[in-house]
């Protein structure tokens, strides 16, 4: 049994931020005052020798392509010009390198390129300090060619399985680190609750439970041997964009923020995690890469954090072109190093170099302060072995794209896998049933993986091996008589009635529909329905009166309203990522007895973009006409081939009394005639508060394996913290009152004494 209870939490899941986090218009001692990173005396004794221009040039990283021959990528290499080399490494004492120019390369590709790097900055820098590379492996080691790619964020969310994210997050370490890059900007912590964002996918979906526990564990996965530097990004409440556009304004208030986004970054500080990554965006009319409130006061003097805060592309620069908070370039520098970053992304010219250099000749920053950042840099590169072994190591090889890490890869793509519709027992398929294959995505393996898989965007085919199978080539394996035909890309018309007319003569059609890969602003969107290419594909199979299976391949949730009525199935992948097609067949063969729980709540119109743990008032009332909440699928759906019942619901008592904690027991029983997995989900809603309650809030998850007919009673324990929100002026609170739980359609209700409330507003 695969199990994550509630108490486990309070160990170091939960945030747990001092007593009286300071309000929004207090501020924290000056980052002078604030305490240092621990430093050795290595790092010690190369400041204090350093110039001005070289502990600049040290908080100075630069996209590989600054230092790249103008000729560009060659297959599995990339041709370095010595001479722009020398000048950002030698001259300009650039202290950071990130990025790949054209696409992915091989292990070996990437030590070549790490050798003439570090050799540069050993042989020919006056102090011998390595370079560090920053590279995305955000789903695995995705620009590396050949490297286990595991499913985004949203998909692993959907297995919630705690220790399978730690593995993967392991795995990604391993060949980071085999690749030579020992910085990753990984993981991603934003909490996903507008699925407009086009970087939903990156997120653990919208609930800061799920994201706190899963980002924990990647963040203890990747840094177990600590030799590679997890980064959390990218801070804070960047998902949180109301017009679900990418880098665009936040618009809520410091109490909003703390209760939805803060929680994950708080968590996985204190998990040890050595750098974070800043939002691009502004939280209530201020850039995050200005904010002395966010980067500082609160995530230095509250959570602790001691190690390196990285800017984001080029976002210093964008206070002055885009944010429009700072008149000139050398006033966006200030304000930025001001507000607490160490490492400027530049990351294509040398602009933040000279401008911070003439600021602090000017005075108007300080040498110490300049020195606090170098300080944490040159701590960083220490603490992941730099100074002693800069260079790749040839022996990691053998950890590089392993079959047990394909496995561990295979295994997280069928966790996710979810089972929306199955009306009929329409799945499994036969294997012997006329099959008709058909939709943009069934013979697309970059739709199965999306962004950033071998490129930024991750849309070059080219780059991509030969042997995963993409949804198409899986089924055919399996089945005996199986057609396909396109019938439609993913947003230009096809040949809807190809289609049709296969379908017309088949058992079952499946239809494999959703979105190719993109990243960042790429994905941008002005309607979350899915494109009219593909609903019309959808219409004409439906139309023929054969039963539809459809697969969603997407990194969001696509509204399908029109043709989800007339669909017999529903199976959701996610982007699964290079074992995603094995995955999906398996499950529609019934090999897998699919155990995935939605991430998110599925919307089913465009304008009822509400999360699960809406507000009472945020529904459209049934006495003005409305239908209350109604989305698609609710939030930790998902079916199975078998059936679950819940029975004897205990509670430790009928109240929290001054230990601060209540056991909840639910009986879950295997009622079917197969195997299966299922995911216990324990919700609690506060019946009265100050502060307007949610609906319901999850507070903890196990997933339990049970043989048919088998049953087991599984345990949570609450706590007082598990039930704080965050009041009107910033702080923590617990008010006494009713609570109820709510497991598997079974609630009951105990409350919280005074006593309980105290447990988590005094002594912190």
């Not at 929004?24 to 980052?31: C, G, K």
């Not at 390198?97 to 540069?120: D, I």
């Not at 109490?255 to 803060?262: A, D, I, M, Q, S």
Request: glycine share 10%; net charge neutral; hydrophobic share 40%.
């Amino acid at each position: 049994m695969r199990r994550f209870l509630v108490a486990a939490l309070c160990a170091g899941a939960l945030p747990v931020l001092a007593a009286g986090p300071i309000p929004r218009t207090a501020r924290a001692a000056a980052p002078a005052d604030l305490p240092a990173a621990p430093a050795s005396s290595r790092v010690d004794s190369l400041l204090a020798r350093m110039t001005l221009e070289e502990k600049v040039g040290q908080m100075t990283q630069l996209t590989l392509a600054v230092v790249a021959a103008e000729d560009g990528p060659q297959r599995d290499s990339v041709r370095i010009d010595p001479a722009k080399l020398r000048e950002a490494i030698v001259e300009r004492h650039v202290g950071s390198l990130l990025n790949v120019v054209g696409g992915s390369l091989s292990v070996e590709g990437w030590h070549r390129l790490m050798a003439e790097v570090q050799g540069m900055a050993l042989r020919e820098t006056r102090l011998g300090i390595p370079v560090i590379y920053g590279i995305d492996f955000v789903h695995g080691a995705n620009y590396t060619r050949g490297g286990t790619i595991f499913p985004h964020n949203v998909g692993m969310a959907a297995t919630f399985n705690p220790a399978l994210a730690r593995r993967a997050a392991e795995i990604t370490a391993d060949e980071a680190l085999a690749s030579g890059l020992p910085w990753n900007f990984a993981p991603v912590l934003d909490v996903g609750r507008n699925p407009l964002w086009p970087r939903f996918y990156e997120t653990f979906g919208e609930d800061p439970l799920v994201a706190t526990v899963l980002g924990r564990q990647q963040v203890l996965g990747m840094q177990r041997e600590g030799r590679v530097a997890a980064t959390l990004k990218h801070y804070l409440a960047y998902s949180a964009s109301h017009t679900g556009r990418d880098r665009a304004p936040v618009e809520l208030s410091a109490r909003g923020v703390r209760e939805n986004y803060l929680p994950p970054f708080a968590a996985a500080v204190r998990a040890g995690a050595r750098s974070v990554m800043v939002n691009s965006a502004e939280i209530d009319g201020e850039p995050v890469h200005a904010s002395r409130y966010w980067l500082t006061d609160v995530l230095r003097g509250e959570l602790g954090f001691q190690g390196v805060i990285v800017t984001d592309w080029e976002d210093i620069y964008y206070l002055h072109t885009r944010h429009r908070v700072a008149p000139t370039i050398k006033d966006a520098v200030r304000m930025a190093v001001e507000a607490g970053i160490d490492v400027s992304m530049s990351p294509t010219d040398y602009r933040f170099m000279d401008a911070l250099i003439e600021l602090v000749r000017e005075g108007a920053v300080s040498e110490r302060r300049i020195d606090e950042s170098v300080r944490r840099i040159l701590t960083l590169k220490e603490a992941l072995g730099l100074f002693d072994a800069p260079l790749p190591d040839p022996a990691l090889r053998a950890r590089f794209a392993t079959e047990q890490s394909a496995e561990v890869a295979r295994q997280a793509a069928r966790e996710s896998i979810t089972l929306l519709k199955n009306e009929g027992g329409i799945l499994p398929l036969k294997p012997d049933a006329k099959i008709l294959v058909t939709g943009p995505a069934a013979q697309s393996m970059t739709a199965l993986n999306g962004g950033w898989t071998y490129t930024w965007q991750g849309t070059d085919a080219s780059q991509f091996p030969e042997a995963p199978r993409t949804v198409l080539e899986a089924i055919l394996r399996r089945g005996r008589d199986v057609r396909y035909v396109a019938g439609s890309g993913f947003t230009e018309p096809g040949d809807p009635q190809a289609a049709a007319r296969l379908a017309a003569d088949a058992d079952v059609a499946v239809v494999v529909i959703g979105e190719n890969a993109y990243a960042e602003g790429v994905g941008d969107v002005a309607d979350l329905t899915l494109p009219e290419a593909q609903l019309r594909l959808v219409e004409a199979v439906q139309a023929t009166g054969t039963p539809v299976v459809l697969v969603l391949v997407e990194g969001r949730p696509r509204i399908i309203r029109r043709v989800v009525d007339g669909a017999r199935g529903v199976v959701m992948a996610y982007w699964p990522g290079m074992q995603g097609g094995e995955a999906v067949a398996e499950v529609l063969f019934g090999e897998t007895n699919p155990s995935g729980r939605l991430p998110f709540t599925y919307p089913r119109h465009p304008n009822e973009l509400l999360t699960y743990d809406h507000k009472f008032t945020e529904t459209l009332s049934p006495a003005f006409g409305g239908q209350g909440f109604r989305p698609e699928w609710p939030f930790g759906h998902g079916l199975s081939y078998t059936t679950f019942a819940y029975a004897d619901l205990r509670l430790g008592g009928p109240r929290m009394d001054a230990d601060g904690r209540m056991t909840v027991q639910v009986t879950v029983r295997n009622t079917g005639t197969r195997a299966g997995e299922e995911t216990v989900l324990l919700y609690t809603r506060q019946q009265y508060a100050s502060t307007t309650p949610y609906t319901r809030r999850l507070r903890g998850f196990q997933k339990v394996a049970l043989a048919p007919g088998e049953s087991r009673a599984v345990t949570f324990v609450l706590t007082a913290d598990d039930l704080r929100t965050v009041g009107r002026d910033g702080r923590m609170m617990l008010e006494p009152g009713a609570f109820d739980v709510m497991v598997g359609g079974l609630t009951g209700t105990f409350q919280v004494t005074a006593d309980a409330a105290r447990t988590t507003t005094e002594g912190r």
